[in-house]
């Protein structure tokens, strides 16, 4: 076969694979489609997901009114040359995190709290701008069980050990069995454990450890 051939032979076999791309092309392009149709439900379903945030977000609007009524109500009693205005540093962020927690009781009531005791000329040097950092860090289950235990003052909390024998020791089989994620109302009980470590961990709570 002369050189001539060869190259009649290979611009001839490339001329048949570009004559089959089409077919690909168009098996791609159908593949797009259905990519771009299923992200286009995810989408419409993150949407969806995202909805009620609208809702839940309270604008300027409503953060006054609630905390006009809220405050109000815990400064009812004390007399007005002694209502300031509060500390910046304080109540900024404190009204700015009701924008995303209000919409949970727990949670807004202790920035209520902050707000007026920021407040009270009597109390506002206690009004720490640290304490809105703590309040972000909680959850409304753990602002249940904080009120709670400001009413209680003490629960009982244990860890189930099996002891081994011997000089072997023994192992935790279970951790902060406890009924105050029940007597507090938490909508997520099971996480319990969880809260008072957190609370604990924010130095809200002191667990003691050992023996009575």
Same mark, same amino acid.
């Given at each position: 076969?002369?050189?001539?051939? $060869? ?12 004559? $089959? ?47 006009? &009524? ?73 602002? $249940? ?8 003052? &003490? ?10 024998? #011997? ?13 105050? #994620? ?11 454990? &969880? ?18």
């Amino acid at each position: 076969m002369t050189n001539d051939s $060869k190259v009649e032979g290979a611009i001839n076999a490339v001329s048949g694979l570009i004559d $089959k791309v089409p077919i690909y092309e168009d098996a791609i392009q159908l593949l797009a489609q259905e990519a771009g149709r299923a992200l286009a439900t995810v989408g419409k379903t993150v949407n969806a997901a995202l909805m009620p945030l609208r809702g839940l977000v309270w604008g300027m609007e409503q953060i006054e009114a609630y905390v006009q &009524a809220k405050v109000s109500k815990k400064l009812e009693n004390v007399p007005p040359e002694d209502i300031g205005t509060p500390d910046p540093a304080v109540a900024g962020p404190a009204i700015e995190s009701l924008r995303f927690t209000g919409h949970k009781e727990e949670l807004a009531e202790l920035y209520a709290n902050l707000l007026a005791t920021s407040m009270d000329k009597k109390t506002a040097k206690t009004a720490h701008p640290g304490f809105v950092e703590i309040i972000r860090s909680m959850s409304g289950d753990e602002a $249940k069980i904080l009120s709670f235990l400001a009413i209680a003052k &003490a629960a009982p909390v244990v860890d189930i050990r099996q002891d081994l024998g #011997g000089s072997k020791g023994g192992v935790t089989l279970h951790s902060y069995v406890t009924t105050i #994620g029940h007597d507090s109302g938490c909508d997520h009980r099971e996480l319990t454990g &969880a809260y008072l470590r957190n609370l604990e961990r924010l130095g809200l709570i002191d667990i003691p450890r050992g023996n009575p």
